[in-house]
T-cell receptor
């Protein structure tokens, strides 16, 4: 069965610091997409960043970037210059084998202190 | 642009009661999903649909039913509610294709007592 593992249930970071959230996954596909979603206390799920496995270059969206290690099946999210508004639960996700649905990890709760 | 709309936002059910969670999207997306979120467990897929008239089971379908008669609507039916169905339910939609973003509704918090 395909699995997504987020090994850090909780993380904390100080404002302006950098934090990395880890994610590993298991797939036999050679080309696929990976996603990070953010869920703030409002419960609204928001796409943070996506990465195509075929591309060598790590995706970047402003202060958010990924460290994608295809051989290791690792997909970490790095948040630079952390802000109070970054406090949320973060989910790693990728499509099932048929490409019809997203499989989510259990999430990492990030707290940001001033 | 409303996106994905779920109703209701909150609901308390008694054991054995039934209800339908409504989900509608106005983005003409082919793919629609129902997930449930339990504390510490992430999002688990209940049912999904790749187009009108087509539905399929996800990881945790027992106790639920769905239908997809139109592209826009994807209701989730709970028959004979049980305490184990206490959860937050999310509806989502995607245009289709592996790289496309999933858009989520704001969730329904359901408590079965």
């Amino acid at each position: 069965a395909q699995t997504v593992t987020q090994s850090q249930p909780e993380m904390s970071v100080q404002e302006a610091e950098t934090v990395t959230l880890s994610c590993t996954y298991d797939t036999s596909e050679s080309d696929y997409y990976l996603f990070w979603y953010k869920q703030p206390p409002s419960r609204q799920m928001i796409l943070v960043i996506r990465q195509e496995a075929y591309k060598q270059q790590n995706a970047t969206e402003n202060r958010f970037s990924v460290n994608f290690q295809k051989a290791a099946k690792s997909f970490s999210l790095k948040i630079s210059d952390s802000q109070l508004g970054d406090a949320a639960m973060y989910f790693c996700a990728y499509p099932n084998q048929a490409g019809t649905a997203l499989i989510f990890g259990k999430g990492t709760t990030l707290s940001v202190s001033s | 642009n409303a996106g994905v709309t779920q109703t209701p936002k909150f609901r308390i059910l008694k054991i054995g009661q039934s209800m339908t969670l409504q989900c509608a999207q106005d983005m003409n997306h082919n793919y629609m999903y129902w997930y449930r979120q339990d504390p510490g467990m992430g999002l688990k897929l209940i049912y999904y649909s790749v187009g009108a008239g087509i539905t399929d089971k996800g990881e945790v379908p027992n106790g639920y039913n769905v239908s997809r008669s139109t592209t826009e609507d994807f209701p989730l039916r709970l028959e004979l509610a049980a305490p184990s169905q206490t959860s937050v339910y999310f509806c989502a939609s995607r245009a289709g294709g592996e790289g496309t973003e999933a858009f989520f509704g704001q969730g329904t918090r359901l408590t079965v007592v």
